[in-house]
């Protein structure tokens, strides 16, 4: 089972920030949040990846709260090509190659 | 998703025929692995392996399933007689760690009629 709550679905706005929330509740003290987004028909595609600290990089912003149980990745002025299905991850502690991905949350980019 | 290379893209087999994935890895990568994902759900992992091993092979079914990743050459999944149930999408990824950096490829989506 996933060790992520992610909501099924978004809408937002072209141009406006898309706020991307996921509960980790479980989450262990070694183990990083990670998110992908698969754009329909093809592979999954690496975004960003944190542990405690906020992250920015050139795709979006990843915000992990102090307790660590719930973290939201941003988008900062999203596209019609950010329209994707994006997944929350938690690595494996211990099994640091197994991936372990819920339903993800279905992010539609509105013009 | 450039440099992971999965051929084909699409593939139809009837039931009971033998299905055959391939996979080329990010020059470099040594770590490939082999992802399932039925529609409308998330990617379940099936094996791990590196060069001519197994690493973890959990996630795979034990009959009629099998993987490979030879010194030369490409990852194959390869399904024997398959089913209805088998149909999906395949995904393989590689990583030059095993552990992190992985880099996906844009599938293989097997149909079984």
């Known amino acids: 089972d996933a060790k992520t709550t992610q909501p099924p679905s978004m809408d937002c706005a072209e141009g406006r920030a898309a706020n991307l929330p996921c509960n980790h509740s479980t989450i262990s003290g070694n183990e990083y949040v990670y998110w992908y987004r698969q754009i329909h028909s093809q592979g999954p595609q690496y975004i960003i990846h944190g542990l405690k600290n906020n992250e920015t990089n050139e795709m979006a912003s990843l915000i992990i709260t102090e307790d660590r149980k719930s973290s939201t990745l941003i988008l900062p002025h999203a596209t019609l090509r950010d329209t994707a299905v994006y997944y929350c991850i938690v690595r494996v502690a211990g099994s640091n190659y197994q991936l372990i991905w819920g339903a993800g949350t279905k992010l539609i980019i509105k013009p | 998703n450039a440099g992971v290379m999965q051929n084909p893209r699409h593939l139809v087999r009837r039931r009971g025929q033998e299905a055959r994935l391939r996979c080329s890895p990010v020059?470099?990568?040594?770590?490939v692995y082999w992802y399932r994902q039925l529609p409308e759900e998330g990617l379940k992992f099936m094996v791990y392996l590196q060069k001519e091993n197994i690493i973890d092979e959990s996630g795979m079914p034990k009959e009629r399933f099998s993987a490979e990743f030879p010194k030369e050459g490409p990852s194959i999944l390869r399904i024997q007689q398959v089913v209805r149930g088998d149909s999906a999408a395949y995904f393989c990824?590689?990583?030059?760690?095993?552990?992190?950096?992985?880099?996906f490829g844009s599938g293989t989506r097997l149909t079984v009629v």
């Open positions: 020059k470099g990568h040594s770590h």
């Open positions: 990824a590689s990583s030059p760690t095993g552990v992190d950096g992985y880099t």
